[in-house]
Each structure stands twice: as structure tokens, then as C-alpha cells.
């Protein structure tokens, strides 16, 4: 298996749909994080979560509401979303510690449609 | 504050030759990493190299190498004998550590386009 998966890879919806997005990683991290990737636009670092804590939360709006469960899993729960959040969402993992400078490691990204 | 700058929204190479892209950083943190990614048509983030703030030598995985200037702030990336595979996106990026503790928030340039023809 690869190390981080996401799921769906495409996904269209409508602007009153309730959709969730899933992140599985299988490297034995400790942090995930949530990016946005628009089109012309640097990846935006969404939320992190070290340990299944809540560690930052870059100002999204609370139409996007993640959730970890546990170390491995990470979910984002999308609701009355807006055309502008279309885009592709990507899902990374990462060993975090003291001093580490490991790279992040990305699934291969939810390509969003709302229409 | 962390910022990538990476001037070269698109690049063109001859298959076998070598390219450089461009990226340049700020940040007030003494110790940092620098990273490239490489991001094909179909999405995925492939982690490519990295710098430490402190490494004294310049990093090289392979065709990639990273020409760190660290009193110029720049980490460009060198790819010698350019495939047609290497044609996709490429992203600079830096995290810093703060107090010893990394923290595992990236942030990215703006990319570049890399095309090689044939």
C-alpha cells in the first residue's frame, strides 16, 4: 500500500451536499495535516493535527470540519460548501519530534467540484 | 514569519540537459529546512530533497541537487540530465523550527512548471 491514501480522488458536489474527505496513512506518523491547493495559488496549510491534537487551525472557515480519530486516520467533513472552495485537497503525514526535519509525506489529493 | 519566492512560473529543457529552478526564502528562524517537491498531472506531492539550515555541504539525491547560498537565503534546485518524466510541477518549501521543537507545517512557493522536450 502506499504510504498516505486518499480518498475519494474526485469528487463533485453541491453547495447544500454533506461530503467527507479521508486521509489514511500506514507510516506510522504522528502528525497529519490538511493542505488546500487552488488553482495559481501557493498550497495553503489548513489544520494539523499532532497526536490526534488539534494543533493548528490556519482560519478556515467552519464549512470544513476535520476530524482524527486516531493517529492513522484523518477526515475532513465539508458542508454547504462554495464554488471558490473548489480546488484539490491534499492529506500529509509526518514524524514530528524534537529536532526532526523529516519531509512530509502526501497522499495523491481530492480533486473538489462544487457546484 | 516563513515566505518561499519562486520567480519562474514556467521553464523549458532540452531532454539530457540541465535546468535550475529558482527559490528563494525568509525567515527570522535560525534552524530550518528547505524541501522540493515535485507535483505531476495526477496530483501527488513526490518529496524530491532537503537542507538543514546547518547542513555545510549541499544536498544531491541522484539527478537532483540543491545549491544552498545561505547568506543570499536561496536553495535552488539543480536537475542534471533532464528526462521527459521530469516535465510537472515544482514546489520550494520551508519549515522552521522554533525553540528546538520542528514544527511540521510547510510553507510553499508558488511553483514552477518545468517542461523538457524532446
Known amino acids: 500500500e502506499t504510504g498516505v491514501t486518499q480518498t475519494p480522488r474526485h469528487l463533485v458536489m453541491g453547495m447544500t451536499n454533506k461530503k467527507s474527505l479521508k486521509c489514511e496513512q500506514h507510516?506510522?506518523?504522528?502528525?497529519m495535516y490538511w493542505y488546500k491547493q487552488s488553482a495559481k495559488k501557493p498550497l495553503e496549510l489548513m489544520f494539523v493535527?499532532?497526536?490526534?491534537?488539534?494543533?493548528e487551525n490556519n482560519s478556515v472557515p467552519s464549512r470544513f470540519s476535520p476530524e482524527c480519530p486516531n493517529s492513522s486516520h484523518l477526515f475532513l467533513h465539508l458542508h454547504t460548501l462554495q464554488p471558490e472552495d473548489s480546488a484539490l485537497y491534499l492529506c500529509?503525514?509526518?514524524?514530528?519530534?524534537?529536532?526532526?526535519?523529516?519531509?512530509?509525506?502526501f497522499g495523491q489529493g481530492t480533486r473538489l467540484t462544487v457546484v | 514569519a516563513q515566505k518561499i519566492t519562486q520567480t519562474q512560473p514556467g521553464m523549458f529543457v532540452q531532454e539530457k540537459e540541465a535546468v535550475t529552478l529558482d527559490c528563494t526564502y525568509d525567515t527570522s528562524d535560525p534552524s530550518y529546512g528547505l524541501f522540493w517537491y515535485k507535483q505531476p498531472s495526477s496530483g501527488e506531492m513526490i518529496f524530491l530533497i532537503y537542507q538543514g539550515s546547518y547542513d555545510q555541504q549541499n544536498a544531491t539525491e541522484g539527478r537532483y541537487s540543491l545549491n544552498f547560498q545561505k547568506a543570499r537565503k536561496s536553495a535552488n534546485l539543480v536537475i542534471s540530465a533532464s528526462q521527459l518524466g521530469d516535465s510537472a510541477m515544482y514546489f520550494c518549501?520551508?519549515?522552521?523550527?522554533?525553540?528546538?521543537?520542528?514544527?511540521?507545517?510547510?510553507?510553499f512557493g508558488q511553483g514552477t512548471i518545468l517542461t523538457v522536450h524532446p
Open positions: 493535527y499532532n497526536f490526534k491534537e488539534q494543533t
Open positions: 507510516l506510522g506518523h504522528n502528525a
Open positions: 500529509a503525514s509526518s514524524q514530528e519530534g524534537l529536532g526532526s526535519n523529516t519531509e512530509a509525506f
Open positions: 518549501a520551508m519549515r522552521a523550527n522554533a525553540g528546538g521543537t520542528s514544527y511540521g507545517k510547510l510553507t
